[in-house]
């Protein structure tokens, strides 16, 4: 893909992602995923791990409860949304009739992106106000580290987002080619359960999946005392797994309907 290389306009990228916002705000079952879920998700861990004992992990039942919701916000917000609109616009033959006009390859993906991953950076951030004034957590020891998280968990889960959408045939079945990522993330990712709390060998396996190293992030932003080995491996897994879901996309995203 040549037009890979070429510089998104800020125009069409602007005009592409308002268009993808009107449809995002029609459906009604996307943005109950993206805006509520996470914020249930709160309450729900918070009453499962009543009596876990997270002290030894250097964390509190609390912040696991608002740094996993912050990671199910990008799962269902980023993810599992743009499997569903990729495919959605694939088989509308929307995709199709845009690469026949101005924008290129990068502008077509980012545009649909744009009102999925600002609705998710949206409710990270509402998430991190709500964490502070309601459940008294003390603010983001390091601000940049969970910025620097949440950025590279939303290029990394809408670049997942359009390789999965190439195993995808209808927007019906998105939800199921979506949910074992979801589900791997969520246990072994270390949403709701800190890595450490993990048999060693498995924690080790646990740190190479697609969501481990923006956790990592989020989890140091927070609560701040992570070694820099420890974050350099985070980021290097994550712009690892950047790297390869590029490729996959360059190489097998489709562009109009199964024939």
């Given amino acids: 893909m040549s037009a890979l290389a070429q510089i998104p306009s800020p125009t069409r990228l602007v005009a592409l992602g308002r268009a993808e916002l009107t449809l995002l705000l029609r459906n009604r079952t996307a943005l109950f995923g993206a805006l509520l879920v996470p914020l ?3 309450e729900a ?4 791990l009543r009596s876990a004992d997270l002290g030894k992990a250097g964390t509190s ?6 740094t996993g919701a912050i990671g199910m916000g990008l799962l269902i917000g980023v993810y599992s949304n743009l499997v569903a609109a990729f495919v959605a616009r694939r088989e509308a033959l929307v995709l199709k009739r845009l690469r026949t006009g101005e924008p290129t390859d990068p502008e077509i993906l980012t545009g649909i992106a744009l009102p999925a ?6 409710q990270c951030t509402v998430l991190t106000i709500g964490g502070i004034a309601v459940l008294d957590l003390p603010a983001p020891a390091r601000p940049d580290l969970l910025l620097a998280g949440v950025v590279l968990g939303t290029v990394l889960l809408t670049a997942l987002a359009a390789a999965t959408s190439a195993v995808t045939r209808t927007p019906e079945s ?3 080619t979506a949910l074992p990522l979801v589900l791997i993330s969520s246990i072994g990712s270390g949403l709701f359960v800190p890595l450490s709390m993990l048999p060693e060998r498995l924690a080790a396996f646990c740190e190479l999946l697609p969501a481990t190293g923006v956790m990592t992030l ?3 932003g927070w609560a701040g005392g992570a070694e820099a080995g420890d974050l350099l491996g985070a980021t290097a897994v994550t712009v690892a797994w950047i790297m390869m879901s590029v490729f996959a996309v360059q190489r097998w995203f489709r562009w109009e309907p199964r024939r």
């Fill in 174 to 176: 998105a939800q199921l």
């Fill in 45 to 48: 861990v918070r009453s499962s």
């Fill in 218 to 220: 989020v989890r140091a």
């Fill in 61 to 66: 039942i609390a912040e696991v409860a608002v």
């Fill in 40 to 42: 249930l998700m709160v």
């Fill in 117 to 122: 991953a600002t609705l998710a950076l949206t």
